[in-house]
Structures are given as C-alpha cells and as structure tokens.
C-alpha cells in the first residue's frame, strides 16, 4: 500500500522567514495531496491541499509544489508568523475512490522563533 | 458550519476490557473515518465508512471493531485493551467522493492501566 514519509520531524525557523516541509510517497496512483495543520492540544485542520492535475498551487502564504515524476511534494511557508507553531502533516491518496483514503507521513513540527 | 464530537474526552480502561469511542457529525457528510495517532508515528487508519451500515478496513483494524448505525454516527470498540496502551483516538468525516477536506473531532485519549 501507499507509504507517505516526511522527512523532518522538526523545524526550526526564524519569525519572517520561509519554511519549506518535504514529503515523498511511493504508490504512482495517488493523485490527491492535502496538508493538515495540529496546533498544541489541538485536532487536525485542513490547511491546503493539491490534485495531481497541476503541480503548484498557491494560498496566501502558503504554496504546495507537487513533482510527480520524483514522488515529491512540499509546502512552503512565507513570512512565517508565530501561529505556524504547529505539527504539519502532510497526506495521499487515489482521491477518485469513495472514501478518499488518506495515508499521513508522521507529522513535522514548525517552530517559529522570534 | 458543523461540528464533530467525540465522547468521552478521556478515557481509561483496564487490560482486557472492552470500550467504546463515540463520533457524532452534523455536517451531513457521507464519510466517517476513526484514526489513532501515536507520538511519532502519525495517524494510522482504523475503519472508515462510506454510507450508513457501511463498514471498511484501515490498515490497524485488527483489535477494533467499528459500528455505523446512521449517518452522522461512527463508533469504535477497542475488544481488548492492551496494557499500557496510550493513544489520541481522532474520528473524521468528509462529503466522500474524490478527495476533499476531513474534518476532524477534538479526539479521545486513551489510557490502560
């Protein structure tokens, strides 16, 4: 089955900057990418997300570039603000099957730092 | 808007006992879906449900079963508690088809003594 992976388990970034979390998945058919955002003591919320039709997409601040051929995706934080502070999941799926079956990577944790 | 509750929010359990985790949602989705998260490993799959009386697989299905009597309710049975079990119990709803956004509960955290 589809394994997602996220390779840093925290960053470490000064208020202003850019953040950029990297994640790879291995299963060709996965075409839906979605981000969720876990703030302390808090639940999961949707943040942005991506389908496999297009390979950038933008929000505000935040952009998910999506490389196909490598099994890449990312999300990039510009102008980072102390409410980043949070785990971020990134997420796959086939995304036309009912059920939209998301495999999550184990979560990176942004801390912003003044 | 909507909103999912869990309940209970906390919730502790001896070895070998059987309990119950309830997810109710008024957001009219078809999907409901209950993960566990463990610190470091991310969420992990237990049971989803695409419809009403409709039962699905995650990949930690095994020691779970789940129940979906109606549509905006989901509940998950742990059939025997594991000694020193620890873990955040999330359930998720979602409209269903082609991706899109889950919502998720506020979670119920597990403890076995």
């Known amino acids: 089955g589809e394994k997602v992976e996220q390779h840093q388990s925290t960053l470490s970034v000064r208020e202003g900057d850019s953040a950029v979390i990297n994640c790879t998945y291995t299963?060709?058919?996965?075409?839906?990418f979605p981000w969720y955002k876990q703030e302390a003591g808090k639940s999961l919320h949707f943040v942005i997300d991506?389908?496999?039709?297009?390979d950038r997409k933008q929000s505000q601040r935040l952009t998910v570039l999506l490389d196909k051929k490598a099994k890449r995706f990312s999300l990039h934080i510009t102008a980072t603000q102390p409410e980043d502070s949070a785990i971020y999941f990134c997420a796959a799926s086939i995304g036309n099957s009912a059920g939209n079956k998301l495999t999550f990577g184990i979560g990176t944790r942004v801390l912003v730092r003044p | 808007g909507g909103i999912i509750t869990q309940t209970p929010k906390f919730l502790i359990g001896q070895e070998g006992q059987k309990l119950t985790l309830k997810c109710q949602q008024n957001f009219n989705h078809d999907t409901m879906y209950w993960y566990r998260q463990d610190s470091g490993k991310g969420l992990r799959l237990i049971y989803y449900s695409i419809t009403e009386n409709d039962l699905q697989k995650g990949d930690l299905s095994e020691g779970y079963d789940a129940s979906r009597e109606k549509k905006s309710s989901f509940s998950l049975t742990v059939t025997s508690a594991q000694k020193n079990e620890m873990a955040v119990f999330l359930c998720a709803s979602s409209p269903g088809l082609g991706g899109g956004e889950q919502y998720f509960g506020p979670g119920t955290r597990l403890t076995v003594l």
């Open positions: 299963d060709t058919a996965s075409s839906y």
């Open positions: 991506i389908r496999s039709n297009v």
